[in-house]
């Protein structure tokens, strides 16, 4: 019921900047809680930042005060400003919602590669 695209990702110098972007099919995304996950080579796939429909947010510590994440309800869009990029930062990059404890997750998308160098 729900499709997920995400874009924006690429190949980028340790410091630098990218800005990704995810499109919700789903005309509820307004009341849904949205998260942006990542998931490097030979991880799980974890949340690295929320947000909540009036725009409350929280991070992972590891972001923290680098990413930004933030939505536009009237375009049904997600995005995620992530500033001084460290190769640690390396991974496929999805959003989705941020489910209830029993809840489930929609079906995942593609994802978008970010690679930070050196």
């Known amino acids: 019921q729900v499709q997920l695209v995400e874009s924006g990702g690429g190949l980028v110098q340790a410091g630098g900047s990218l800005r990704l972007a995810c499109k919700v099919s789903n005309n509820r995304f307004k009341i849904m809680d949205m998260g942006w996950y990542r998931q490097a080579p030979g991880k799980q796939r974890d949340l690295v930042a929320g947000?909540?429909?009036?725009?409350?947010?929280n991070y992972a510590d590891s972001v923290k005060a680098r990413f930004t994440i933030s939505r536009d309800n009237a375009k049904n869009m997600l995005y995620l400003q992530m500033n001084s990029l460290k190769p640690e930062d390396t991974a496929v990059y999805y959003c989705?919602?941020?489910?209830?404890?029993?809840?489930?997750?929609?079906?995942w998308g593609q994802g978008t590669q970010v690679t930070v160098s050196s």
């Open positions: 989705n919602i941020v489910p209830s404890p029993t809840g489930l997750f929609e079906s």
């Open positions: 947000i909540n429909p009036f725009g409350s947010t």
